[in-house]
């Protein structure tokens, strides 16, 4: 077993061998601990970093064990220890099988052994900490072989106490800790893999310990289930990957363009999952269930194209305008049914209709909103930006993964200019020669785009009522212009208008970044300027449309009742059939539903028209003759001024946006068009890729995605309310259509649910829905919304305050630390004063000073008392110092912080318990009271 | 350890999965790749290594201006030459990989940017650094002049204890702050 032991501690070596540490570490203090740790290495002479690091890790791990175990190590060090071993070895002697275990057990004897010995050295504070190390693990091994021998038959789960039993419970649990942790730590493979296998082994001998009697038959299985819980998940997760689409496209992207072109399709991907699972709602709860169990096409009239559209609706050009069979069915509004139950089943329609209309929305503001969290969550909080401009751009500016010579160019091109940008503007900050210019430019600049934000706004307006016009109008003499006037006057404007706006930036000088939000800020006002006005436009003739129908719904119920009143006096009698007409002949309303959803239909169709076209001419065509022609042309084409195409990141992102804003708002009215949206956006994915693959260039100025990742985020949560808007607006005020539609007949769209709470939900329902709309519950509840709001809006400011005072805090600890390492005699005046106050400096264990810079007030806290123990040798020499005193009283060299990198274990170690204060501090103050 | 077979074993792929970042997947198409990388008369040796000529020929490497830094801070060869076996590679993936923590990442990245692996950003490795993201060409290069003025700017904003190197520590305090740095510390195969 020793030589295993041997074998494992050097192969340990070898791993951490590589690790930085500390060759600056203070030589006396390594060798120390090299001779210190010579005895356990065996023959084998480590370097003293190494064993050194080893040693720290070790500690770090032992952190938690120490927690549990530093009540009992405070008075009786000997005493304490003594019961340990009898406890551990009693342990062993309980399942005195396995050779596994053994191993285990002994891994775990020697570290303990080694926090004894450190903490015996701490206590006599000798050379003697050596030779009494290596009896005291003799002695320790022949007690436990003497108890695993005597105890080993008697031995019995039973046999352990309740403490025995809960301290075995918490190892297990760090261990298991251990093991879900094991891949945060930047050790080498093998040495995880290590100790990965030893605390399986472990967890598997002494999982089975725990628990006794009645209890232990469900521990296990509860073990079990964990077990077989944790592979399940693991398997999940793999399988969730194994199901992300496009993964190998989206590298490929990122290799050639790096990470900011990427994003764009990343997010494209995300939007598709999105839509996807909108179209399974909206396909499976109101397409499906309408097709299978509503009634068939042709059957009533407004599932029936009217005579007089009839002999031209299979026309192309009409179908392309969505109309004849287009318009009348399941793609639009109108052609679902008002039954309140189909099928057999008893679907109930018209309730599912209106619950995922809004569902859909509840669904993506969900979804938006978590992903915004998430993406809050990592990649820091970019809070104080300026503070670390060059550290920024020095540690972080490399984007590994680039995998293209290419890019890697145009990389190092930027970083280069950033790094003469930053350097210039740092030396000469902000000089201004002609203030008044450029604000007299700037606000022209603004002026101009307002200028045409309010001009394309009048454009919509009055091609959207031109087109109400040319509505009236007879549709074969309108041109093929007309009829789409709309929609290619908006798209149109959408093309004209960013170019024109970064045209118009020019003007203003601004910084690229600055310029870029701007630019992403007007073309946003651009559309939603547009949209909205649409959205205006469209309710005026909504409104048009309600008084036509209006006067169609008198003149279908006037003609009804004279038929009624006609046939009763004819046939004199009161049973009457109703009225025996073809279903296309019947008289019926406009239907300013259907018209709303063919209008958004339309919008999105023309927009996958101009957005493939553009891509077609502006970067194929583009390519394509700046490929060819430049064997006989005048100039280098590739270089000059036609160059190639970039791939423009914001104006897709935000064309995405949009786009998904205008599926939102025409969603309810054109179930349909969700799956025209999945079908756009799976072909834009390998369209868009394969154009950007082959014709385009990557950015001259390379810029990062993830920081306006949430900003994108942001825009489109915004996008969603504005398009919810509308969608709840006309949901709530504007009557449905009398003849078409599932709400037909109905006063309102929501009645459908009033009607469901009282007829098919039990009373009580209804009256507890009752008292929830009841203004005098709804007010508090807002009221309480609000303060909640303010509640955590104040803590929030709190946590912010305590962050500045926490950093202000380490920039202190960090000044004084510097002091003390330059030997300065007054730091800070206030510290002083408050030193010569302390009575008694021991109090506190001082090593804590040297712990890794304090990132927590914890520490902050712990980093004082060095110093206390540090002053008198100063106040007692005066200006000298004494470093004999100095050393051994605590203060260990602050260099010792420096070098070791304790940061990546810092905040675990942290985390799980106190840093490892008394007795690591004892253990390194001691060494040089040796020589 | 038994990943000489062209099929990686049962129980190591499930503890290779535990100990690191990757999926199942990740760490097959790993295995597959690094497979290939290795010369035929290789493939026998219990624990084979790639030199890291070979690994430096993959086009994820390939234009990374850090890939010999990056070759050497994972490599366990005891010749410090760079060459990894499969687990180095597997540790290199694994800190390069999306879900790989912050910690994890800065911790290497420190390790890869301190080029004389003295524990310490001290101002010889801010310039290797420099260089090695300006490129090689000498249009892009910067100055001496400027190389000073960037690096006393560095050390101004991110040496906290001022002792004229960048430590550990206040590498990951900086970092931690960037919103760019996970996104773009990123390997893929």
Known sequence: MPSQKKNDIAIRMEDVGIEIDGELDSGSEGKNRKAKASPRAGGRNGKPATTEDEEEEEDQDEAPRKRARKKKASAQDSEEEEEEDDRSAKRKGTKAAGRKKKAVKEEEEEEEEEKRGKKKKGGKGDAKGKGGKEKGSGKDKKKENGNSSSSGESGDEDSLSEGEMASLKEEVEEKKKLIATLRNKPWRMKRRLKLLKECQAFVEEFEGALGKGKGRKLYAYKVMMAKKMIKFNRDFDNFKTACIPWERKIKEVESHFGSSVASYFIFLRWMYGLNLVLFAFMFGLVVLPEVMMGLPYGSIPRKTVPRAEQDRAMDISVLLDFGGYCKYSILFYGFYNDERTIGVLQFRLPLSYLLVGVGIFGYSLMVVIRTMARNSDEGGDGGDDGQFTFAFKMFTSWDYLIGNPETADN??????????????????????????????????????????????????????????????????????????????????????????????????????????????????????????????????????????????????????????????????????????????????????????????????????????????????????????????????????????????????????????????????????????????????????????????????????????????????????????????????????????????????????????????????????????????????????MVLAIYYLNATSKNYQNANLELKKKMQMARDEEKNRRNNKENTNQVMQDLEDLLPNRSLLPPAAAEEKPPLEIVREKGSKPPKVAKRPGAAANGKGVNIQKDVSLAAPNPKAAVTHPPGPRGPSGNARGPPPGPARGRGRGTPPSRR | MGTTASQLRKDLLSEYQELTFLTKQEIILAHKRFSELLSKEDRNVPTPRVPMEKVLSLPELKSNPFRKRICHVFSTSDMKDGSLTFEDFLDLLSAFSDPATLEIKSHYAFRIFDFDDDGTLDGGDLEKLVNCLTGETDDTRLTTEEMRQLISNILEESDIDKDGTVNLSEFQHVISRSPDFVSSFKIVL
């Open chain 1, 411 to 784: 990389k190092y091109a930027s970083i280069t200019t950033s790094f003469k940008e930053s350097i210039v503007d740092e030396q000469e900050n902000q000089k201004d020669e002609n203030i008044h210019l450029r604000r007299f430019l700037r606000v022209l600049a603004n002026f101009l785009i307002l200028c045409s934000l309010g001009g394309s706004g009048f454009l919509i307006y009055f091609v959207v009522k031109r087109s109400q016009e040319f509505a009236n109008l007879d549709q074969d003499e309108l041109s093929w212009f007309e009829k789409n006037e709309v929609e290619f006057v908006m798209s149109l404007l959408g093309l004209v208008c960013p170019p024109l706006f970064e045209t118009i930036a020019e003007l203003e000088e601004y910084h690229p970044r600055i310029a870029l939000k701007w630019q992403l800020g007007r073309i946003f006002a651009l559309f939603l300027g547009n949209l909205y006005t649409f959205l205006f436009a469209l309710f005026d003739e909504v409104n048009a449309k309600l008084e036509k129908e209006k006067s169609i719904r008198n003149a279908t119920i006037w003609g009804l009742n004279e038929y009624y009143s006609n046939y009763s006096s004819y046939h004199n009698t009161t049973d009457i059939p109703p009225p025996d007409i073809h279903p296309a002949d019947v008289i019926r309303g406009p239907c300013w539903e259907t018209a709303v959803g063919i209008e958004f239909v339309k919008l999105t169709v023309s927009d996958i028209q101009v957005t493939y076209m553009t891509i077609l001419i502006g970067d194929f065509l583009r390519a394509m003759i700046v490929r060819f022609l430049n064997y006989c042309w005048c100039w280098d084409l590739e270089a000059g001024f036609p160059s190639y195409g970039e791939f423009d990141i914001s104006g897709n992102v935000l064309g995405l946006i949009f786009n998904q804003g205008m599926i939102w708002m025409g969603a309810f009215y054109a179930p349909g068009l969700v799956g025209l949206n999945v079908l756009r956006l799976l072909t834009s994915m390998y369209y868009q890729c394969w154009a950007v693959m082959s014709c385009n260039v990557p950015h001259e100025r390379v810029f990062k995605a993830s920081k306006s990742n949430n900003f994108y985020m942001g825009l489109l949560l915004l996008v969603l309310f504005l398009s919810l808007l509308p969608v709840v607006y006309t949901i709530m005020t504007l009557p449905p259509s009398f003849d078409c539609g599932p709400f037909s007949g109905r006063e309102q769209m929501y009645n459908v649910v009033m009607e469901t709470i009282e007829n098919d939900l039990p009373a009580f329902i209804g009256n507890i829905f009752t008292y929830a709309t009841n203004p005098g519950l709804i007010l508090p509840a807002v009221l309480l």
